[in-house]
Nanobody, 126 residues
Framework: QVQLVESGGGLVQAGGSLRLSCAAS????????EGWFRQAPGKEREFVAA???????YYADSVKGRFTISRDNAKDTVYLQMNSLKPEDTAVYYC????????????????????WGQGTQVTVSS
């Protein structure tokens, strides 16, 4: 059974940093896409960042230059380093993994991912 477990969320002041981790078990995703999404109250789940084989990375415009996604294949763990956090980054953050290849044009879509973590709360105070 595949499990994705996020950690690292919390409360931080604007301008601060957090690093989220997502550990996978049950299978390896080292050659498949993994991503981070977030959902704020009353809003739809939205794409934040993704990484594919070959370390290709993708970011939402709202986080480019502030967030960095990376992966440690030996640990089956994907990370999201979040710097210069803003109050509008407040949301529940979910990691996701795909069971097969996703093209670059579809990698931002929630529906392309097969496995999801339980989410971790990130709150940025002003």
């Amino acid at each position: 059974q595949v499990q994705l477990v996020e950690s690292g969320g919390g409360l931080v002041q604007a301008g601060g940093s957090l690093r989220l981790s997502c550990a996978a078990s049950g299978r390896t995703f080292s050659s498949l896409p993994e991503g981070w999404f977030r959902q704020a109250p009353g809003k739809e789940r939205e794409f934040v960042a993704a990484i594919r084989s070959g370390a290709s990375t993708y970011y939402a415009d709202s986080v480019k230059g502030r967030f960095t996604i990376s992966r440690d294949n030996a640990k089956d763990t994907v990370y999201l380093q979040m710097n210069s956090l803003k109050p509008e980054d407040t949301a529940v953050y979910y990691c996701a993994a795909a069971g097969s290849f996703i093209g670059s044009l579809r990698i931002t879509l929630v529906t392309e991912y097969d496995y999801w973590g339980q989410g971790t709360q990130v709150t940025v105070s002003s």
